[in-house]
C-alpha cells in the first residue's frame, strides 16, 4: 500500500487535496489511480442519482397536482395547492442549479426521467391514495415541460390556473 492510498483510508480530504496537487504538477506516477478512478466513478454517480432523487420528488408532484389537487375540499386544495407548488419551484430550482454545476447530466435527462417516472408514480400513488391506475403508465410531460418553472398540468376534469 503506498502513502497516498494510505492517506486515503486515514483522511480522505488531505487524501484529496495531496491527489489534487499532484494532478496539477502533473506528477501522474505518483498518483493513488486506484482510489482516484473509484473516487471519479462515485462522483458521476451521485450526481446522476441526484438528478433521479430531484426528478422523483418534482414527477411525484405533477401527477398529484394533475390528478388530485381538484378532488380536494376547498379548503384542504388551499393548502396543498401552495406546498405543492413551492415544492415544484424547489425542486425546478434545484434542478436548474444541478444541471449548472453539472452540464454534463443534460445528456443523462431522457434516462433519468425514464428511472424516476415509476418510483414518482408510486409515490404519487401513495402520498394522494389514489389507485396507480389513476396515473399513466409513462410519463406523461416533456422534458422542457418538466424543467419549466411556470408548467402547471391541467387538473383531470378542469384547467389548474395555478
Known amino acids: 500500500m503506498s502513502a497516498l492510498s494510505d492517506l486515503y483510508d486515514r483522511d480522505y480530504s488531505a487524501w484529496a487535496e495531496k491527489t489534487a496537487e499532484l494532478l496539477r504538477q502533473g506528477r501522474f506516477s505518483e498518483l493513488d489511480v486506484e482510489h482516484l478512478v473509484e473516487e471519479l466513478g462515485d462522483m458521476g454517480k451521485s450526481q446522476r442519482q441526484e ?8 414527477l411525484a408532484h405533477l401527477l398529484k397536482w394533475q390528478f388530485q389537487y381538484r378532488r380536494l375540499s376547498a379548503r384542504w386544495a ?3 395547492g401552495k406546498s405543492w407548488r413551492n415544492t415544484l419551484i424547489e425542486h425546478r430550482l434545484a434542478l436548474r442549479y ?3 454545476d453539472h452540464p454534463g447530466l443534460k445528456r443523462h435527462l431522457p434516462t433519468a426521467v425514464a428511472k424516476a417516472y415509476p418510483q414518482a408514480l408510486e409515490l404519487a400513488a401513495r402520498e394522494s391514495q389514489l389507485s396507480a391506475e389513476t396515473f399513466p403508465a409513462a410519463c406523461p410531460y416533456t422534458q422542457p415541460q418538466i424543467l419549466d418553472p411556470d408548467f402547471f398540468p391541467q387538473a383531470e376534469s378542469s384547467q389548474s390556473g395555478g
Not at 51 to 58: A, D, E, K, T
Open 98 to 100: 444541478l444541471l449548472e
Open 78 to 80: 388551499e393548502f396543498e
Open 51 to 58: 438528478l433521479v432523487n430531484r426528478l422523483r420528488i418534482l
